[in-house]
């Protein structure tokens, strides 16, 4: 079945490092996806990694992936106030099917 | 990036009335749009998908009488809500892919319905 898992909150200092974690089911799921939303705002896609990539890089976030365990993790450096957010982790088998998201994570930033 | 917006933000209406949502691509035409419902520290659900021209696609458990959905446009679906009730107060949002693209879906801020 399809099904995405994470960790609801996660609170971090500013300036340090901040992980989330993600877990799926789907073995099949090509795409694997990492969406911010913002109070009152809609989704935002940070980044996506395909299937047969285990890692991806993009300025401050690094998303780092275990097909085996079928475990996606989202690491953001140096984690700003402007980082606070609920941070969805999704998954498709093609780029045209239709995205199972996860409940999402509450990224609290510490003063 | 492209630009999905959604009308109105907030609405609040009684028990037994329609309501309806529009979702606008500003600036690029998509061939598809998509409508998911958020309850409260809940995942997005995908409710349906719609396609420009032809009759949407409804997600199993979802009342497509209840939830009518248009796509009379490339930059226009609309969702009405349809004798709603208090347990449809939900956080709708739509998202649109554009044409000729397997590109990514760019999301609209939501719409709050609120039904007392």
């Known amino acids: 079945g399809e099904d995405v898992e994470q960790s609801l909150f996660l609170s971090v200092r500013e300036g340090d490092s901040s992980v989330i974690n993600c877990t799926y089911t789907?073995?099949?799921?090509?795409?694997l996806y990492w969406y911010k939303q913002e109070p009152g705002a809609g989704l935002q896609l940070l980044t996506y990694i395909f299937s047969n990539m285990d890692m991806k890089q993009d300025q401050r976030l690094t998303v780092l992936l275990n097909k085996k365990d079928k475990h996606l993790s989202l690491r953001i450096a140096d984690t700003q106030t402007g980082d606070s957010a609920i941070y969805f982790c999704a998954e498709s088998f093609t780029r045209d099917d239709k995205i199972i998201f996860g409940k999402g994570t509450r990224l609290h930033i510490l003063p | 990036g492209a630009v999905v917006s959604q009308h109105p933000s907030r609405v609040i209406c009684k028990s037994g009335t329609s309501v309806k949502i529009e979702c606008r691509s500003l600036?690029?035409?998509?061939?598809?749009m998509f409508w998911y419902r958020q309850f409260p520290k809940q995942s997005l659900m995908l409710m349906a998908t719609s396609n420009e021209g032809s009759k949407a696609t409804y997600e199993q458990g979802v009342e497509k009488d209840k939830f009518l959905i248009n796509h009379a446009s490339l930059t226009l679906s609309t969702l009405t809500v349809t004798s709603a009730h208090p347990e449809d107060s939900s956080f709708y949002i739509c998202?649109?892919?554009?044409?000729?693209?397997?590109?990514?879906?760019?999301f609209g801020p939501g719409t709050r319905l609120t039904v007392l």
């Open positions: 600036d690029f035409q998509a061939t598809t």
């Open positions: 789907d073995s099949s799921s090509t795409y």
């Open positions: 998202s649109a892919r554009s044409r000729g693209s397997t590109d990514t879906q760019y």
